[in-house]
């Protein structure tokens, strides 16, 4: 089945930086929107940044001026720079897809998972 695989988590200490990258395992016709979500110990999963095919940015507002998306859709690949990170961005960062023209969180495409832990 396509799936995405993700990279890049790791430990940092606060204002440190990493790069995630997820991208598409399997053959697919085309992929509409690409995003991260996370979800932290205790808590729901939410919205961290999402980028359409077109280009078009969205982030959330915890994360805005220190996260930045990008995407290469050649290789339908998403990332996502992560840079002044805080102790309240460590979470469980996942990776997801839309193969059909609609919004993220109508995803059918996941990654499994990549964590980042940020120490103070």
């Known amino acids: 089945q396509v799936h995405l695989v993700e990279s890049g988590g790791g430990l940092v200490q606060a204002g440190g930086s990493l790069r995630l990258s997820c991208a598409v395992s399997?053959?697919?016709?085309?992929?509409?929107?690409m995003g991260w979500y996370r979800q932290a110990p205790g808590k729901q999963r939410d919205l961290v940044a999402s980028i359409t095919d077109g280009g078009m940015t969205h982030y959330a507002d915890a994360v805005k001026g220190r996260f930045t998306i990008s995407r290469e859709n050649s290789n339908d690949t998403v990332f996502l720079q992560m840079n002044n990170l805080k102790p309240e961005d460590t979470a469980v960062y996942y990776c997801?897809?839309?193969?059909?023209?609609?919004?993220?969180?109508?995803?059918?495409?996941w990654g499994q998972g990549t964590q980042v832990t940020v120490s103070s």
């Open positions: 997801a897809a839309n193969r059909a023209p609609g919004p993220i969180d109508m995803s059918d495409l």
């Open positions: 399997g053959i697919v016709f085309r992929i509409g929107v």
